[in-house]
């Protein structure tokens, strides 16, 4: 599976209120705290791969994953291949990395406001120490990132944002200032 996602730095509330207009359904909001890792057999910045332990919090309960996201496969967009998968306590989950080698790199903090738009996800990010972003996604296949691509352009182009100021750059590698990520 294959996420086509596109991101624009964004004035939160003149989106909100864009949104409100065109009667998009507001999913929730959470609080995310993303801690990345570094392997110790590979650079992950030189390969264009991250691996995180996600925890986060919705309603006072708190949930943790493991996210793989590969390479970034198209020069358009940020798709690239993920893998995901739900574990029963973040902090375990870091033991295991801990255990075998893998160095925290960095945590990145973010407030997340998610809604439904046109078969899209619209999600608004306040993230910490680094700004306020839309991002416009959706999952696919291989044969379906095209046409994903493009309808989450429109999907911005309605919210008044040009997909032309979209930054390919991961919130790990503006929090850490590599703008070439």
Known sequence: MYEVEVKVAADLARVTERLDELGAEFVGRVEQVDTYYDAPHRDFAE??????????????????????????????????????????????????FDGLGFEPAATVRKRRRFYRHDGYTVTLDDVEDVGQFVEVETETDEDGVEAA??????VLRELGLDPEDQTRTSYLGLLLGDASE
């Open 47 to 96: 390969t264009d791969e991250a691996l995180r332990v996600r925890r986060e919090t919705a309603d006072g309960d708190t949930e943790a994953r493991i996210t793989y996201k590969g390479p970034l496969v198209e020069a358009e967009s940020k798709t690239r291949e993920e893998f995901e998968t739900a574990v029963g306590d973040g902090e375990t989950a870091a033991a295991v």
């Open 149 to 154: 691509r493009e309808g989450a352009f429109e």
